[in-house]
């Protein structure tokens, strides 16, 4: 059986008699028997103050009235059952870890959340659900706006250690640095099947991405980005900048702009392994602007590609602007690139710089581009083909050799290869 509960709830120096209607009707908070919320009031005072139970949300809430300060830490599980929280309004441009909850702690979880029509304003560690979060989010959604300083993203501000999976931000997001679709800064996490689409853009110092602004010794797959991307250095139509990051099946359909290590998937990527992605759009810089990656520097890449338009001044390539090696490091395998490619000095259809200036070349095999639609003949750094060439509809021994048919799909004579089980091809 449920029970009633009536209590008196003293907040923001106010105190206020519930009637049973308006505090939790049913449950007891237990992982079997959650709480069950159905009001902005029941949200604001009891899931408040008992931060570490179990809460199950049964109607939609809209919180309009609410200056919302954001709920203390959180190491309980909300479970949103697939309703939603509207009209989240927040404006604390001068506080730390922002958002509908200001930290997910490492034994808490979020999941089936849907926040729409929010606007946030925080200082470092914001997002419209999380500003800071240690522990699962799950199949979570979130529609609006946030801004911040530094570690701002879409859903969340700052993950650590943890994971999300399944979620999608379609926003704007605003910051000085560190600024993500879906989260402006990722440390030894996961993310997995999310996506993020909108405006993201900086108005300092970088690390400035579709999905991710910065992240730190973790894994992302099967996620995609879509949207106008804007940011001074290290800008990515998915990430800004990937350190010691292992990234497969992902892709971004971006408009990205940038000054330094721009872009289409990812604007600087160091130790980082990419299997599998590809990326299609515009992308605009000066230093280091390449379709795929901006600047790659020891990392590996492997059957990737890129269908962007390339604009720079300096080392400025379809695939990679710079690549930099390491003794077996600085890879680039079985990948291609076919979008126009416009640079002033270090240009090239494939990769736009190898090493130089007392770095390290890195390595390219079986890659190629197209030397009519990009516009580049350069070698030594890519293989040029022609469009023909490049339809070719299987390997053989003068492209695509040792391309595994169960990686890519070569169509017909009239297709460019795409790969098998990426989605937005």
Not at 8 to 17: A, Q
Not at 79 to 107: A, C, H, Q, R, Y
Request: charged share 15%; net charge negative; aromatic share 8%.
């Amino acid at each position: 059986m449920g029970r009633r509960i009536s209590v008196i709830v003293s907040y923001n120096g106010k105190s206020n008699t519930s009637s049973p209607t308006e505090m939790i009707t049913k449950g007891d908070g237990t992982k079997d028997y959650p709480y069950l919320v159905a009001t902005a009031e029941q949200l604001n005072t009891y899931v408040r103050e008992n931060p570490s139970l179990h809460y199950k949300q049964i109607e939609d809430i809209s919180l309009s009235g609410y200056n919302w300060q954001p709920l203390p830490a959180f190491s309980g599980v909300y479970d949103g059952n697939n309703f939603t929280i509207s009209n989240l309004t927040i404006n604390l441009p001068g506080t730390d870890k922002v958002g509908l909850f200001s930290e997910l702690s490492s034994d808490g979880q979020l999941m089936n959340i849907g926040l729409e029509n929010a606007n946030v304003k925080g200082n470092n560690k914001t997002g419209i659900l999380v500003g800071y979060a240690k522990s699962p989010i799950n199949d979570c959604y979130v529609k609006g706006n946030v801004s911040g300083r530094g570690n701002v993203g879409g859903l969340v501000g700052h993950l650590y250690v943890g994971t999300i999976k399944n979620c999608n931000a379609t926003v704007t997001v605003t910051g000085s640095e560190t600024v993500g679709g879906l989260v402006g800064l990722v440390e030894e996490g996961t993310i997995e099947g999310c996506s993020a689409s909108g405006e993201v853009k900086d108005s300092g110092s970088g690390y400035v991405g579709g999905l991710i602004g910065y992240s730190y010794d973790s894994k992302i797959k099967n996620c995609w980005a879509e949207g106008k991307i804007q940011g001074s250095k290290d800008v990515g139509g998915l990430i800004g900048t990937t350190d010691t990051v292992g990234m497969e099946n992902c892709y971004a359909n971006t408009e990205v702009t940038g000054s330094e290590n721009v872009g289409g998937l990812v604007g600087y990527s160091v130790k980082s392994n990419i299997d599998s992605c590809w990326a299609t759009g515009d992308v605009h810089g000066s230093i280091s602007v390449g379709g795929l990656i901006g600047k790659f520097d020891m990392g590996g890449m492997e059957n990737c590609y890129a269908n962007t338009e390339v604009t720079g001044s300096e080392h400025v390539g379809g695939l990679v602007g710079k690549l930099i090696g390491y003794l077996t490091t600085g890879k680039v395998m079985n990948s291609y690139a076919i979008g126009i490619v416009t640079g002033n000095s270090n240009t090239g259809g494939l990769v736009g710089s190898n090493g130089g200036n007392n770095e390290d070349p890195g390595q390219v095999i079986a890659s190629y581009y197209d030397s009519e639609t990009t516009g580049q003949n350069d070698t030594g750094k890519g293989e040029p083909r022609t469009t023909e060439e490049m339809k070719t509809g299987t390997p053989s021994d003068i492209i695509y050799t040792k391309w595994s048919e169960d990686i890519w799909d070569f169509g017909g004579d009239d297709y460019y290869p795409v790969l098998k089980g990426v989605p937005g091809q």
